[in-house]
């Protein structure tokens, strides 16, 4: 069996949460079907106190192989590099992280916390979080630029807040069942098969997209119109499968005519959080935003959207919907 550790660091347990709500496969097929050996996790396991003590130390101890190490939330640094705000076992948990990760034949990173540091590391960030190997969008984090586990990778980064529970599920038996290399990454050491596409794919309001017609107000999202252009969706600018990998199987935030917040994207929270930037697209010169998807640029980009808003078909901008 393949021996797997989680290591909850400076987040909010909500990639644990996701994670217990896993359906393809679910965590009980990780154990009974794929061969994971879950040695520790938080929210599962019986063991605690000295039980929990004696069994990092059999790791640390090469007594016990350490296969896959999966790390839930920000490194915290804080204060002045000692790592005193998040202790464990009388260490500061940075330490343990930092031998366990050079123990792993894998390290994961589950959620924008452990990947890039999230909202945790957002300015002023007086827990001095990072991320395992970034910090928002630079890459060194808390391992350094260079680091590889022992089966010569990079962490491998599972962003989200919280990151879709079967993304990390169907990761883990990639590995686990020693097809780790079929798992290829992208440039900042995503999985492509779920972050290589746009939010946007898949998307029930791509049509309104197409054609430029926006939602104007809240309260219009489930209806009609894109809520790109008013509202603060990043749905055509974040990479990732929301639309197509459905949320509860049921559906996902711009299908609920909620605006794509770009979470699994290192830059998230967008603006630092900044007054007047949440649910609301950022324009330069009065009209044209300031972000527009990847390939283009805000002043072509507003030219095309001029010319589709002069053709788009009647159904556009009717509310398709009725009683």
């Known amino acids: 069996m393949a021996n797997l550790l989680w290591v909850h660091g400076g987040a909010c347990n909500g990639n644990t949460q996701s994670f217990l709500n ?4 679910t965590v009980i097929d990780l154990v009974t079907d794929f ?3 879950i040695l520790y996790h938080h929210s ?3 063991e ?4 929990v003590r004696r069994l990092y130390d059999q790791i640390l101890s090469d007594e016990i192989p350490l296969d896959i190490l999966v790390v839930e939330g920000t490194v915290i640094q804080g204060p002045n590099g000692t790592g005193h705000y998040d202790m464990l076992m009388d260490r500061p948990k940075k330490d343990w992280i930092l031998e366990f990760s050079h123990k792993a034949q894998y390290v ?3 959620g924008d916390c452990a990947c890039w540091g999230g909202i945790p590391a957002t300015k002023p960030n007086p827990s001095e979080s990072i991320g395992l190997q970034y910090l928002k969008g630079e890459r060194g984090g808390f391992l350094g630029a260079e680091f590889r586990s022992k089966a010569g990778l990079p ?7 919280p990151a879709h529970p079967d993304w990390v599920t169907q ?5 686990a069942t020693g097809r780790a290399e079929d798992v290829l990454l992208d440039d900042l050491q995503r999985p492509q098969t779920f972050f290589k596409t746009f939010t946007q794919t898949g998307c029930t309001r791509v049509q309104y997209f197409e054609w430029k017609e926006s939602v104007e107000e809240f309260g219009q999202g489930t209806r009609k119109g894109c809520l790109f252009y008013e509202q603060g969706c990043r749905g055509p600018m974040t990479h990732s499968p929301c639309n197509r990998i459905l949320w509860n199987r049921q559906s996902s935030k711009t299908r609920a005519g909620m605006p794509c917040i770009g979470c699994t994207e290192p830059q998230f929270p967008f603006f630092d959080l900044a007054p007047g930037t949440v649910f609301k697209t950022q324009k330069i010169l009065g009209s044209i935003p300031r972000e527009v998807p990847q390939g283009s640029d ?7 959207a001029a010319m589709a808003r002069a053709v788009a078909p009647k159904w556009a901008k009717e509310d398709m919907f009725v009683p």
């Open 298 to 304: 805000p002043l072509s980009y507003s030219v095309n």
């Open 44 to 46: 599962l396991s019986m």
């Open 108 to 110: 994961v990173a589950i």
């Open 48 to 51: 605690f106190g000295d039980q």
């Open 35 to 37: 061969g994971i050996n």
């Open 22 to 25: 896993a359906e393809e496969p």
């Open 155 to 161: 962490v491998i980064n599972i962003p989200g807040c």
């Open 171 to 175: 990761i883990l038996v990639a590995i």
